[in-house]
Each structure stands twice: as structure tokens, then as C-alpha cells.
């Protein structure tokens, strides 16, 4: 049974603000533009979460896509298309936060994949991006026989390498899979589960993805992430909602808003993350709009859930009026 935990508004987050006060101040230093944003505001050292700054696409364009971050020599880079702010955008991953999100992305897969047998194929076709980077890895760590197919290959390339493989996993994005289904030539796999990332997969594309597979609608495995937090969330079948990793601090604001105070269970998406080091994963606008955002206990545990995504929100413009001098691009 799942009970329902109502938190006040005005202290949503409360439970983290020793944790909240610590990384604001960690990357006060590892950024000094976001020390600056902070000093700027006079919320340095604070533990409230509404007190704490947006960090929506101009922010982060002028200050971090496009900026060199000596201060991380081993940083690994990934890139994205840029979709909210019209050009490429620049990631990076400490050593840390590669082992952090192969650990979370490894603890979900192994729940939703037991019962597979050892040595089973997994192939993952996702494009190119941060978590086909890091598929095969996972695989392989779960003793899985892993493929990648590569980004640039041609449809039908990618459907002949697929009916080779037959895999028993098949991991990718809701866009190639529609590409995969309306294929000229054929595609004969029949994998016993399927996991998809990187764009919106609502349950009715999930049913008919099931029954053109011939597997049951949990088979299917909606996962939610984005190359500046990592891991983010995934839908449970069972208990009929998306459930965030236990790492992530969620909110809503009202779309448009500068953020100043959480809405209440539905609105434009902020996260929070506790396991980021080469990105400042604070009160970060992912663009997206959700609804029935909300803390539950479930098995013991409390944690926090939503209901659905409903698509992008309007581009947010937040906190440039804090730093003098500052270019909008």
C-alpha cells in the first residue's frame, strides 16, 4: 500500500538543508560565477531551497556549456544537441559521477532484468549520447553479452545488425524504435524486454510497443534522464507512477517563473542532485513539464514520485539580472 506524505510548500526540501547548505557551498567554489550568483543574492550559506537561485539555459550557456573548466583536468565531455538553448551543450563527468551513474542506471536494470539468463544479449541503439556511452559498461558488468550499434549507420544497417544479434534487451530511444518498427526491411527480433530513453514514451506507446513484441506492458521500461543530472527517474509498472532515484531532490514552479518558490504537485521540472560533481546540479531547469509531483512511502521507504511528463516548457529565463555584465546569447 502506498500512503501519500504531504509536505508544506514552503518546506519542500526541508529534509535535505544540511545537505542543500553543504552543496551550495561546494560548488560556491568549484564554480566561482555561481559563488558570485549566490554572493549577489545574499544567500550564501543558506539551507532553504526557495531561497536558492534557477539555473535555467542562459545561465548555464554563458557560464558553463561554453566555458573551459580547468578546475576538472579529468573531466570526461559530452555533448547534447541543445534543443533548449539552440546550440550544443557541453557536459562533463568527473571519474566520480561515471561509477555514481553506472551504479544507479546497474541497480535498476538488475531489478527489471532478473530472472534473464547469464550471458544474454543486450544491444543498445540510443544515438549518440551520455547513456549509450555508458550501456555497454553496465551490460557487461551485469555479465550481459552487450552491443552498441553506432550512431551513424544507415536504418537498414541497423535492423540487419539487430536481427543478427536477436537480442534478449534491446535498449533505446522511442524515435529510433518507431524508425526500427516502420523499417522496409524487416525486423525479427523478439527481445523479452525492452528499455527506453531519451524522449517522451507514453503508456499507450508502451502498450503497443509490448503487444508488437509479444511481452507484457512491465516488459517495458520508461527511463528518465538527461546528460547534466544522470539518472533521474523511471516509471514502476507496479505501482502506476514514475518513482525518482533516491539521489535526486525534485520540484515544481509555475512555467515561466524565476523559481523563487516550489508550486505545488505539477508545473516546469527543477532537480536537484546529490551525486553530481562536474555540474552544478542545483534547483536545475531541466524544461520539462510533469504533474502529480509528490512524497510517498512505499516498502518502507519514502520517497518522491510523479505521475506523468506533459512536454517542454517554454524556454525559462532565469537570474541574469544577478550578474553585471553578463551576455545573453
Known amino acids: 500500500m502506498t500512503v501519500d506524505i504531504v509536505a508544506p510548500t514552503a518546506q519542500w526540501g526541508a529534509e535535505h538543508s544540511a545537505d542543500l547548505a553543504c552543496l551550495a557551498a561546494r560548488y560556491a567554489v568549484r564554480f566561482p560565477w555561481y559563488g558570485h550568483l549566490l554572493a549577489r543574492r545574499g544567500v550564501l550559506g543558506s539551507d532553504r531551497l526557495d531561497e536558492l537561485p534557477v539555473l535555467g539555459p542562459d545561465l548555464l550557456t554563458a557560464h558553463y556549456y561554453t566555458a573551459e573548466h580547468p578546475q576538472f583536468p579529468c573531466a570526461g565531455v559530452y555533448f547534447s544537441s541543445g534543443t533548449s538553448t539552440g546550440r550544443p551543450k557541453r557536459v562533463l563527468y568527473s571519474p566520480a559521477d561515471e561509477d555514481a551513474y553506472a551504479t544507479q542506471r546497474r541497480e535498476l536494470f538488475e531489478a527489471f532484468l532478473a530472472g534473464l539468463p547469464l550471458g544474454g544479449v543486450a544491444v543498445t541503439d540510443l544515438g549518440a549520447c551520455h547513456a549509450a556511452a555508458s ?4 551490460f557487461l558488468e551485469m555479465g550481459f553479452d552487450a552491443h552498441d550499434i553506432e ?24 524515435a529510433i524504435l518507431d524508425q526500427l518498427l516502420r523499417s522496409p526491411d524487416p525486423l525479427r527480433i523478439a527481445p523479452r524486454k525492452v528499455i527506453v530513453a531519451g524522449g517522451l514514451a507514453p503508456a499507450g506507446w508502451r502498450r503497443r510497443v509490448a503487444e508488437r513484441f509479444g511481452i507484457g506492458f512491465a516488459d517495458v521500461l520508461d527511463v528518465f534522464d538527461s546528460v547534466e543530472i544522470g539518472a533521474i527517474a523511471h516509471y514502476d509498472a507496479a505501482a502506476g507512477h514514475y518513482r525518482f532515484h533516491d539521489h535526486i531532490l525534485p520540484e515544481v514552479v509555475p512555467p515561466g517563473a524565476d523559481g523563487a518558490a516550489p ?3 505539477s508545473g516546469a521540472l527543477l532537480l536537484t542532485s546529490f551525486a553530481r560533481d562536474c555540474f552544478p546540479a ?3 531547469a531541466t524544461g520539462d513539464l510533469i504533474s ?3 512524497r510517498v512511502r512505499h516498502g518502507g521507504r519514502v520517497g518522491y514520485v510523479f505521475d ?9 529565463r532565469t537570474a541574469l539580472r544577478e550578474l553585471p555584465g553578463m551576455r545573453v546569447r
Not at 550501456?135 to 553496465?138: F, G, S, T
Not at 506523468?308 to 525559462?316: K, S, V
Open 135 to 138: 550501456a555497454r559498461r553496465i
Open 151 to 174: 550512431s551513424d549507420r544507415p536504418l537498414g544497417a541497423r535492423v540487419r545488425l539487430l536481427n543478427d544479434h536477436r537480442p534478449d534487451v534491446l535498449f533505446t530511444t522511442p
Open 263 to 265: 508550486g505545488g504537485g
Open 282 to 284: 542545483l534547483r536545475y
Open 292 to 294: 502529480g509531483l509528490r
Open 308 to 316: 506523468r511528463i506533459n512536454g517542454r516548457a517554454a524556454r525559462p
